[in-house]
């Protein structure tokens, strides 16, 4: 079985208000993309990995007159996927949703939040000293992750859980020392999102469940100046030591010599590409006997994605990231 995670930049841009694909010359999202082009390459990038299921964030979006799952079902009928059913649990306001694509003949899911006293449900709120000053912090998510229970055709069992954990700009500052301030903050509450999810994790852990976490965590070991504020990213929050990624445990490693990555991006200071591991498809102890195997599809570190010259320019054409595949014998 072949799972995907995929962050899809601005999808929503590319529907109306009746979630039917836009496919015309005005831009997309996607800065120098127009609508047309990013969605014949998204239909071929989604078309190359055939996946039985695709976590997908920044999914289009779910208001009063738009649905998210009416969105993707028409994206993936238009694509001619095998993956063409979709599922979401909570809603957000940022017009970038979290959402699973699937195959019902390889399996079946069922939005299925959990809640604890460590780790209450994703849409409630989460109570953490953040700045260690005695009084306790109330968290949410502005975007709740995604709980699922998967059942495979072969009447498998596995939980699914999608995340898109994100520090906000320091929007407002007007200074530097404001700029700092806030980055700080929304840093600090980033990690207790992170802590929030590790609950969930250990929750599922200790329940001896099948456990996939696949989204984009935003982070990475040494990835910004504020780590060595924190002394944890969050992604070592939440893959802890028993969840398994080889591209985090790789970069986790004292100056690891390759560093992988999920995403490229253009700064227009220094007129220069950086590219960054964001995107993770962890996956827990026990799943470590059905022969998993990843490959994340970047379009220059990946052999035969560079190669594919179409394939290649569709990947970039289509996100700012690249998918992440997990192949998995859930049998």
């Known amino acids: 079985m072949r799972l995907v995670s995929y962050n899809v930049e601005w999808f929503a841009s590319l529907f109306d208000e009746k979630d039917q694909l836009i496919l015309d010359q005005a831009p997309s999202g996607r800065h120098g993309v127009d609508r047309y082009s990013q969605g014949h390459a998204l239909a071929h990038v989604f078309q190359a990995f055939d996946a039985d299921a695709v976590m997908v964030i920044e999914a289009p979006n779910s208001g009063r007159q738009q649905s998210t799952v009416k969105a993707l079902e028409n994206f993936a009928e238009r694509a001619g996927i095998r993956a063409r059913r979709a599922i979401m649990g909570f809603t957000n306001d940022t017009q970038q949703e979290i959402a699973l694509l699937y195959d019902p003949d390889a399996l079946q899911a069922r939005h299925d939040p959990l809640e604890s006293s460590e780790a209450p449900r994703f849409d409630g709120t989460f109570k953490i000293d953040l700045d260690v000053d005695a009084k306790l912090d109330h968290v949410t998510f502005s975007k709740p992750p995604l709980e699922l229970l998967v059942t495979t055709a072969t009447g498998r069992a596995v939980r699914l859980i999608g995340a898109h954990l994100k520090s906000k700009a320091p929007h407002g500052a007007r200074n530097a020392d404001a ?153």
């Open 179 to 331: 700029v700092t301030r806030l980055s700080i903050a929304n840093r600090r509450k980033q990690l207790a999102q992170a802590i929030w999810l590790r609950g969930r994790v250990d929750q599922h852990l200790s329940a001896g469940d099948d456990l996939v976490v696949m989204g984009d965590l935003n982070d990475g070991p040494g990835l910004d100046e504020y780590e060595l504020l924190f002394g944890r990213s969050t992604v070592e929050i939440v893959i802890g030591d028993d969840m398994m990624d080889p591209h985090a445990r790789q970069v986790m490693k004292p100056r690891a010599s390759v560093q992988p990555s999920t995403s490229r991006f253009y700064n227009a200071t220094t007129k220069r590409y950086f590219r960054a591991l964001l995107d993770y498809v962890m996956v827990s102890p026990g799943l470590m006997n059905s022969a998993p195997s990843w490959r994340i599809w970047h379009p220059f570190e990946d052999g035969d994605c560079y190669n594919n010259a179409d394939l290649r320019e569709a990947l970039l054409t289509a996100s700012d990231h690249f998918p992440v595949c997990l192949d998995i014998d859930l049998t």
